[in-house]
């Protein structure tokens, strides 16, 4: 089995910076894309950001240009740095990752993590 384990949520005031972490264990044979996905109350979750093995990053449009998603040296952890943020960015913040885990498999599976709240006041 896979685990996401987040950590670094928490209460920031509007304008603030919050750096995000997420670790990757268990079965883990290759990563090929981790990312971070929101979801607020009463909305759809949607993409925060993403990146591949390579190092190739997607931001949502909602936060390009405020947010940084980068990975460790091994790549089974992965950061996203907030900044300037905004009350309308308050949301469970979840990890999500699509890794293989075993040879022969014809697709990686798709993991989430248990979320992290963060809440911006204003």
């Known amino acids: 089995q896979v685990q996401l384990v987040e950590s670094g949520g928490g209460l920031v005031q509007a304008g603030g910076s919050l750096k995000l972490s997420c670790a990757a264990s268990?079965?883990?044979?290759?990563?090929?894309?981790m990312g971070w996905y929101r979801q607020a109350p009463g909305n759809q979750r949607e993409l925060v950001a993403t990146?591949?093995?390579?190092?190739?990053?997607n931001y949502g449009d909602s936060v390009k240009g405020r947010v940084t998603i980068s990975r460790d040296g091994d790549g089974n952890t992965v950061y996203l740095k907030m900044n300037s943020l905004k009350p309308e960015d308050t949301a469970v913040y979840y990890c999500?990752?699509?890794?293989?885990?075993?040879?022969?498999?014809?697709?990686?599976?798709?993991?989430w993590g248990q979320g992290t709240q963060v809440p911006v006041s204003s």
């Open positions: 999500a990752a699509d890794i293989s885990t075993a040879y022969g498999l014809a697709s990686p599976e798709h993991f």
């Open positions: 268990g079965s883990i044979l290759y990563i090929v894309k």
């Open positions: 990146i591949t093995s390579s190092r190739s990053t």
